[in-house]
């Protein structure tokens, strides 16, 4: 069978509202997804089972939980899909996300549950790792939930308001909206009241975990710009949310 000719590189991008992408074969939509979900799963489950440390200079020693090198990247794909695909199936997306962490959470709780063989050693290891306290695990989520979907709407807003320029004002604006929106439900949420967290500690992690996941967009913005450029010219779509219900718990893209 004939194989499609593929689309040259420098042929100009349609313009398209995004419920003009309903019915449209997309190319790379899935993989995407795919990268997302993948991204933050395993962020969540090897990320948030270890606490390292650096040295910084004046600063000294500085611990920090090792998701924060990876989750971001979850917020920058999140704006791949916003910008490439329009909020619609960045919403999809999103919800992808949010039900498989559920599934994760309670998959974790069920096998740390279960009573250990009477020879295997492990359960005490693996119950640090994997019996994640249930009040992290809700603020985690709600966190997620909240911050993903102010981080994709900004974007979608922005890009209408600027007619598609400038897209590191989008990114990084979506990103300090939405990570403050997740900062400040997960750790509130999670922590505050806590042994050995004082209001203080709450606020000093919140606002340093904030700037540095901002500082991480920010310095991601040239593979956003190529990851984004690249989708679009392979998709040969530039959507724009002019008539798109932002509600999030609409389910039709």
């Given amino acids: 069978m004939t194989q499609p000719a593929s689309r040259p590189s420098d042929a100009p991008l349609a313009v398209v509202e995004a419920d003009a992408l309903a019915g449209r074969s997309l190319r790379y939509y899935d993989f995407v997804m795919a990268a ?4 933050l799963l395993l962020s969540n489950v090897l990320g948030a089972g270890k606490v390292a440390v650096v040295t910084l200079p ?21 704006d791949v ?7 619609a199936r960045a919403r999809r997306v999103i919800w992808a996300g949010f039900v498989a962490t559920v599934f994760m959470a309670f998959m974790a709780w069920v096998v740390v549950a279960l009573p250990p063989a009477p020879d295997w050693t492990n359960q005490t290891a693996y119950e640090t790792v994997f019996g994640q ?5 809700f603020a985690s989520m709600c966190a997620f939930w909240a911050g993903e979907f102010v981080n994709s709407y900004v974007l979608a807003r922005m890009k209408v308001w600027s007619g598609g320029r400038h897209l590191w004002m989008r990114t990084i604006g979506s990103t300090v909206a939405g990570q403050a929106v997740d900062s400040l439900i997960f750790y509130p949420l999670a922590f505050l009241g806590a042994t050995g967290w004082t209001g203080r500690l709450v606020v000093t992690v919140l606002f340093t975990q904030w700037a540095l996941k901002v500082a991480w967009e920010v310095l991601l913005t040239p593979v956003t710009y190529a990851v984004v450029d690249g989708l ?3 998709e040969g779509v530039d959507v724009f949310d002019q008539r798109t219900d932002f509600s999030p718990f609409r389910a039709r893209v």
């Fill in 36 to 39: 997302f979900v993948a991204i």
């Fill in 58 to 78: 004046v600063v000294g020693a500085w611990p920090f939980g090792a998701g924060i090198l990876f989750f971001p990247v979850s917020y920058v794909l999140g």
């Fill in 133 to 137: 306290v249930p009040r992290i695990v």
């Fill in 81 to 87: 899909l916003t910008e490439v695909y329009g909020y």
């Fill in 232 to 234: 679009k010219r392979a």
